[in-house]
């Protein structure tokens, strides 16, 4: 029965994208493994004891989690609550936390206590009239946290209350699960992060009640498996994610949760760990993010970057020991071992494996052909004080996109220097609508680009990385070309932006404009204290200076700029400035050359 209707699912389903399983394939255990089943299993709980006895890193990372859950165990259960009338989001993702870290502090020490809590925990949530079904990213994490609780309490949860917890996965998540399955609801069909978050939350919840709940479970998994392909495009052709780095982190880890569970119970992906892109997907994320674990965050990114335990499991995966390495430096330097709701699966998933030596051949440049084209540049992998340089091209109807073409971040001596001001609220009138590119932070007048006539850039605008080399030898590291004519269509004729990082860190920003009539703006927005000097500034941050120094006849003098917003709804901006240059076009032609220096 299961077999089969999971083949006539991935045969006939007319989204299924690219993956085609047999029944041989399939291997469906006609007994579903004892709880837990899933990730922490009593095999790999056993062995996490076991190498914390020898594995001082592993150690560390457990001993931080069982303080985290000293701490989770004193605070209020989770209530319903929807602050912003939309989500209940935060209040999934805070009983994800809560219920995750309780149990994994249970089944390491012994301690009923915590135990107890977990199940109250659960208990609460699952009392909820409902998981907001409406926005069903809350509905997912949700049924993640549930079924994560589930799955590993299962022998220390009594049977009443166990009926109780698998009654409100079915109700709240199954049933509401299918039912947009059946209607073939957006994000079933979509190639972005709901994909990833929604299908794996359902198969979570699935797969703890399946012995109980075998039906509809059956169905959850056919048709998550058949939906995830979808999602799994965003990472063609080589790993890069449209929506930017802390939504692959988002998405990404989901998928990790999904494939990981799969593996788990069926001993078998069902090809999807063949999906193009997704094996060096960790290039694409170790690359994005700086040298200080800043993100290149462009789209509705935030800078701060996640240390997503999906490196883990793609190490494990692909056999990729230096993603392992740099997710336990990250760990380390940035000391966040018990950060974020999924922060026991860096102890659950952990790999000892890769050393410092595996850098050795990673490419201190890189190119990103996916939807949004960009590339990253870097004088050093482990040094804080390097150089860091994120260019991007890109395409303005990216989901979550900003109308940011040609925009860079740049940072040298543990200070980032040009930066992105990332999203501003979800809730202000159309956010995701017709009023987007209203919003100061979602258009090109806040980001590190070129602003012409006071006019936002062509929102259907697709432009690419024209040219990308990196250096071994000489003067500089790497070196790239936009061609970014499209972002102003109407505006120029012919638009192109280079950027250049430097061996010594310096980076230098090259625009060469023909058939334009109007002023141009050139722009860098930044933290730093700003001193102007005609067409040279120097500004300072935490005792570090960078100059930056202007050469156009085309431009008069450095100036800086207001970065207010045009209304009081949005994010104020404090703390930030614009410098700015107005070139004004001789015969409808403008060049312009910005050199940006640390003063050591």
Known sequence: MIRCFLVLIFIFSDQFVGHFVTAADLKFPPKLPEHPRLFLTKQRETEIKEQTKTDLFLDRQVKELLQKAERVKKDLLTDYRIPDGKRLLGQSRRSLERTTVLAFAYRITGNKEYADIAIEEMLAVCRFKDWNPSHYLDTAEMATAVGIGYDWLYEVIPVEKRTEIKNAILKHALKTGFSIYEKGGWWVKSNNNWNEVCNAGLTIGALAIADEEPQIAEKIVANAVTSLPNGLTAYKPDGAYPEGPGYWAYGASFTGLMLTALKDVFGNDFDLLKTEGLDITGDYYMGIIGVNYRSFNYADAGDKADPSPMMYVLSHFYNRSDYAFWLRTFLERQNQFSRGRLAVF????????????????????????????????????????????????????????????????????????????????????????????????????????????????????????????????????????????????????????????????????????????????????????????????????????????????????????????PTEQEKPNKGFSMLAAVATPQNGNISIRVLLKPIK
Request: aromatic share 10%; proline share 3%.
């Open 346 to 565: 860096h102890a659950v998933w952990y790999n000892s494996q890769g050393t410092d030596i595996d850098f050795a051949k990673t490419p201190l440049a890189r190119k990103y052909r996916g939807i949004q084209d960009v590339c990253t540049m870097r004088t050093a992998w482990n040094d804080p004080n390097a150089a860091f340089l994120g260019f991007k091209a890109g395409n303005n109807r990216a989901n979550h996109g900003h109308l940011d073409i040609g925009s860079f971040v740049y940072e040298v001596n543990g200070i980032r220097w040009a930066v992105d001001l990332g999203a501003d609220n979800y809730n202000m009138p159309g956010y995701f609508g017709k009023q987007r590119w209203d919003y100061y932070r979602l258009n090109n007048r806040s980001h590190n680009t070129l602003v012409i006539g006071n006019k936002i850039q062509n929102p259907s605008a697709n432009c690419k990385l024209i040219e990308f080399e990196p250096y071994e030898e000489g003067q500089i590291v790497a070196r790239a070309v936009a061609d970014i004519t499209a972002a102003y269509t109407g505006q120029v004729r012919s638009a192109k932006r280079t950027a250049t990082l430097q061996k010594d860190g310096s980076a230098v920003i090259e625009d060469v404009l023909e058939g334009v009539t109007e002023p141009v703006r050139w722009g860098m927005m930044t933290g730093a204290n700003i001193e102007i000097n005609n067409k040279t500034a120097i500004l300072s941050q935490n005792k570090k200076q960078l100059r930056i120094e202007i050469v156009s006849d085309e431009v008069r003098q450095f100036e800086t700029v207001s970065v207010a917003p």
